[in-house]
């Protein structure tokens, strides 16, 4: 599945620019088709090429003085969020993230664990293997690739196979170091921090969800639920225009 544009209606709300825009993305992302790992597997699509020099530090991606900061909220598991990840994100990393005028931060969240007692713990599998990799700033390409490679949710999917083939397929991390960064402590106090802020901000959560405001400060705007998304997308062409 390559990550092609399926929101152009929704998409109108903020402009006929973006629009312009999608169908560029969707045109080059048609001419490059899907893309394989050639040492496995592992679906990569076009994520590379996506994030290819977009400066990324720990839990962010995007350039540290952008003048606005999105806060997604994910569970690696969440169908919604996957989707959100293959028809939404690119459209905002090409024109926004990649022009300097917005940062984005995931914060990751394991709650679909929560669904089956005793369940194999997918969720938290893949996002400690996510913080690891944020310790090499490369968090954003194992998110992606594990949306693009997702699974049906507590089938036990997030194998250590698919793990170790996720993290060889991001060119430049250190594999082993991260495989063995992802099962020690040091990727807690990110997850807890995460969770911490989602209590705070959402009442109920529901994933994906989003805070966005000025870099820095207090974020103006929370956005989840059915509309989450056409609501973010009017938000933060409006803000980007004050």
Request: aromatic share 6%; hydrophobic share 40%; charged share 20%.
């Amino acid at each position: 599945m390559r990550r092609d544009n399926k929101l152009a209606p929704l998409l109108a709300i903020v402009g006929g620019a973006i629009v312009l825009i999608v169908a560029i993305v969707v045109a080059s992302q048609i001419s490059n088709g899907s893309k394989k790992s050639n040492s496995s597997t592992i679906a990569t699509d076009s994520i590379a090429e996506m994030l290819s020099g977009i400066p990324q530090k720990g839990i962010a991606l995007g350039n540290s003085n952008a003048k606005l900061t999105l806060v997604e909220f994910a569970d690696p598991q969440c169908p919604g969020c996957g989707d959100f990840a293959k028809t939404v994100l690119p459209t905002l990393v090409q024109t926004y993230v990649r022009t300097g005028q917005l940062r984005i931060e995931y914060r990751g969240l394991h709650f679909i664990d929560s669904f089956v007692k005793n369940g194999p713990k997918d969720s938290e599998r893949l996002l400690r293997l996510a913080e690891a990799a944020g310790f090499q700033n490369r968090l954003w390409d194992i998110v992606e690739l594990e949306y693009e490679n997702q699974g049906t949710e507590n089938t036990g999917w997030a194998t250590d196979a698919l793990l170790k083939g996720l993290a060889q397929t991001v060119k430049g991390l250190n594999v082993s170091k991260v495989l063995a960064s992802a099962n020690t402590n040091a990727v807690v106090p990110n997850m807890e921090a995460a969770q911490t802020l989602a209590d705070q901000s959402f009442k109920p959560l529901s994933t994906p969800s989003f805070l966005l405001g000025p870099t820095g400060a207090k974020p103006t705007g929370k956005f989840t639920g059915q509309t989450a998304v056409s609501s973010l997308l009017n938000a933060l062409s409006s803000q980007l225009k004050k």
